[in-house]
Protein backbone atom coordinates (compact mmCIF):
# COMPACT_ATOMS: atom_id res chain seq x y z
CA UNK A 1 0.00 0.00 0.00
CA UNK A 2 1.54 3.79 -0.84
CA UNK A 3 0.85 5.74 1.65
CA UNK A 4 -0.11 9.62 0.57
CA UNK A 5 1.29 12.41 2.24
CA UNK A 6 0.89 16.14 2.20
CA UNK A 7 2.23 18.95 3.46
CA UNK A 8 0.53 22.24 3.85
CA UNK A 9 2.32 25.99 4.94
CA UNK A 10 2.67 27.07 8.84
CA UNK A 11 -0.87 29.58 8.48
CA UNK A 12 -1.65 28.81 11.45
CA UNK A 13 -5.36 29.00 10.46
CA UNK A 14 -7.75 25.89 11.40
CA UNK A 15 -7.82 24.67 7.88
CA UNK A 16 -3.72 23.62 8.76
CA UNK A 17 -4.99 22.68 11.94
CA UNK A 18 -6.72 19.98 10.12
CA UNK A 19 -4.72 19.13 7.21
CA UNK A 20 -2.15 17.85 9.97
CA UNK A 21 -4.87 15.85 11.33
CA UNK A 22 -5.56 14.25 8.18
CA UNK A 23 -1.51 13.37 6.88
CA UNK A 24 -1.34 11.84 10.88
CA UNK A 25 -4.03 9.52 10.39
CA UNK A 26 -2.67 8.56 6.90
CA UNK A 27 0.70 8.24 8.25
CA UNK A 28 -0.91 5.80 10.59
CA UNK A 29 -2.64 4.09 8.22
CA UNK A 30 0.07 3.36 5.91
CA UNK A 31 2.53 2.26 8.87
CA UNK A 32 -0.35 -0.66 9.71
CA UNK A 33 -0.70 -1.48 6.40
CA UNK A 34 2.17 -0.35 4.41
CA UNK A 35 5.53 -2.47 3.21
CA UNK A 36 8.91 -1.26 3.45
CA UNK A 37 9.77 -2.72 -0.27
CA UNK A 38 7.10 -0.79 -1.61
CA UNK A 39 7.15 2.89 -2.90
CA UNK A 40 5.21 5.84 -1.05
CA UNK A 41 3.05 8.83 -3.35
CA UNK A 42 3.76 12.17 -1.77
CA UNK A 43 2.76 15.75 -2.00
CA UNK A 44 4.21 18.70 -0.19
CA UNK A 45 3.26 21.80 0.17
CA UNK A 46 5.17 24.86 0.97
CA UNK A 47 4.71 28.40 1.92
CA UNK A 48 6.90 31.48 1.86
CA UNK A 49 6.56 35.48 2.44
CA UNK A 50 7.96 38.64 1.77
CA UNK A 51 9.90 40.31 -1.40
CA UNK A 52 11.09 37.53 -3.71
CA UNK A 53 8.52 34.69 -2.31
CA UNK A 54 7.87 33.53 -5.72
CA UNK A 55 11.47 32.39 -6.66
CA UNK A 56 11.57 31.17 -3.23
CA UNK A 57 9.19 29.03 -3.37
CA UNK A 58 9.80 27.58 -7.13
CA UNK A 59 13.65 26.53 -5.57
CA UNK A 60 11.84 24.87 -2.91
CA UNK A 61 9.47 22.69 -4.95
CA UNK A 62 12.35 22.05 -7.23
CA UNK A 63 14.46 21.12 -4.52
CA UNK A 64 11.56 18.45 -3.58
CA UNK A 65 11.30 17.25 -7.05
CA UNK A 66 15.36 16.93 -7.62
CA UNK A 67 15.78 14.81 -4.87
CA UNK A 68 12.35 12.53 -5.97
CA UNK A 69 14.14 12.06 -9.11
CA UNK A 70 17.50 11.50 -7.20
CA UNK A 71 16.39 9.18 -4.75
CA UNK A 72 15.64 7.07 -7.66
CA UNK A 73 10.86 8.14 -7.70
CA UNK A 74 9.24 10.16 -9.99
CA UNK A 75 7.50 13.66 -10.34
CA UNK A 76 4.46 13.18 -11.02
CA UNK A 77 3.70 17.39 -11.21
CA UNK A 78 5.28 20.30 -9.73
CA UNK A 79 3.53 24.02 -9.30
CA UNK A 80 3.76 27.28 -8.06
CA UNK A 81 0.43 29.14 -6.93
CA UNK A 82 -0.75 32.23 -9.38
CA UNK A 83 0.25 34.38 -6.62
CA UNK A 84 3.86 33.04 -5.86
CA UNK A 85 3.20 32.33 -2.24
CA UNK A 86 2.44 28.52 -2.16
CA UNK A 87 3.33 25.57 -4.18
CA UNK A 88 3.14 21.57 -4.63
CA UNK A 89 5.08 18.61 -5.37
CA UNK A 90 3.32 14.80 -6.41
CA UNK A 91 6.14 12.74 -6.42
CA UNK A 92 6.29 8.50 -6.05
CA UNK A 93 9.36 7.65 -3.69
CA UNK A 94 11.07 4.56 -4.54
CA UNK A 95 10.57 2.75 -1.26
CA UNK A 96 9.25 3.91 2.35
CA UNK A 97 12.47 3.63 4.57
CA UNK A 98 12.19 7.00 6.83
CA UNK A 99 15.67 8.28 5.54
CA UNK A 100 14.02 8.42 2.02
CA UNK A 101 11.09 10.34 3.30
CA UNK A 102 13.49 12.83 5.34
CA UNK A 103 15.59 13.70 2.49
CA UNK A 104 12.38 14.55 0.68
CA UNK A 105 11.05 16.33 3.01
CA UNK A 106 14.35 18.54 3.61
CA UNK A 107 15.57 18.68 0.28
CA UNK A 108 13.45 21.75 -0.33
CA UNK A 109 14.48 24.08 2.60
CA UNK A 110 17.92 22.76 1.66
CA UNK A 111 17.72 24.13 -1.98
CA UNK A 112 15.79 27.10 -1.06
CA UNK A 113 18.60 28.23 1.62
CA UNK A 114 15.95 28.90 4.40
CA UNK A 115 13.60 26.93 6.33
CA UNK A 116 10.74 29.40 5.69
CA UNK A 117 7.75 28.10 4.70
CA UNK A 118 9.19 24.75 5.65
CA UNK A 119 7.17 24.22 8.92
CA UNK A 120 5.04 21.30 7.47
CA UNK A 121 7.71 19.81 6.07
CA UNK A 122 9.75 19.65 9.63
CA UNK A 123 6.65 18.50 11.43
CA UNK A 124 6.41 15.35 8.82
CA UNK A 125 9.88 14.42 9.71
CA UNK A 126 8.91 14.83 13.57
CA UNK A 127 5.80 12.01 12.53
CA UNK A 128 7.80 10.19 10.71
CA UNK A 129 10.91 9.68 12.77
CA UNK A 130 7.82 8.64 16.16
CA UNK A 131 7.89 5.98 13.56
CA UNK A 132 11.39 4.91 14.36
CA UNK A 133 12.13 3.06 17.32
CA UNK A 134 13.38 6.00 19.99
CA UNK A 135 17.13 5.11 20.22
CA UNK A 136 17.48 5.25 16.21
CA UNK A 137 16.17 8.61 15.42
CA UNK A 138 18.46 10.82 15.61
CA UNK A 139 20.97 8.25 13.56
CA UNK A 140 17.69 8.05 11.29
CA UNK A 141 17.16 12.12 10.53
CA UNK A 142 20.95 12.79 10.75
CA UNK A 143 21.16 10.16 7.60
CA UNK A 144 18.10 11.61 5.70
CA UNK A 145 19.45 15.17 6.31
CA UNK A 146 23.02 13.88 4.80
CA UNK A 147 21.29 12.71 2.17
CA UNK A 148 19.51 15.44 1.19
CA UNK A 149 21.98 17.75 1.34
CA UNK A 150 23.89 15.28 -1.42
CA UNK A 151 21.05 15.52 -3.55
CA UNK A 152 20.64 18.96 -3.82
CA UNK A 153 24.40 19.29 -4.43
CA UNK A 154 24.38 16.67 -7.03
CA UNK A 155 20.89 17.92 -8.70
CA UNK A 156 22.14 21.86 -8.21
CA UNK A 157 21.94 22.80 -12.15
CA UNK A 158 18.25 20.99 -12.08
CA UNK A 159 17.04 22.50 -9.31
CA UNK A 160 17.75 25.99 -11.01
CA UNK A 161 16.37 24.98 -14.13
CA UNK A 162 13.51 23.85 -12.94
CA UNK A 163 13.12 26.96 -10.30
CA UNK A 164 13.22 29.05 -13.33
CA UNK A 165 10.79 27.01 -14.81
CA UNK A 166 8.55 27.06 -12.21
CA UNK A 167 8.51 30.90 -11.77
CA UNK A 168 7.78 31.62 -15.48
CA UNK A 169 5.33 29.14 -15.97
CA UNK A 170 4.12 27.78 -12.75
CA UNK A 171 4.68 24.23 -13.04
CA UNK A 172 6.68 21.30 -14.34
Known sequence: MNAVLAAGGGSGTAGGTLLV???????????????????????????????????????????H???AVGLGGRVRSAT?????????????LPDSRPETAIAFWRAGAIAAGTSRGASADDELIRQELRTVPSA??????????????????????RIERDARRLDERGRL
Open 80 to 92: VANDGRSGLVRAT
Open 65 to 67: AAA
Open 136 to 157: ERKQVRKAGERLAEQLVRQHRG
Open 21 to 63: AILLVLILLSRLGGSTTTGRSVAVRGHAHGSGARQEVATHEAG
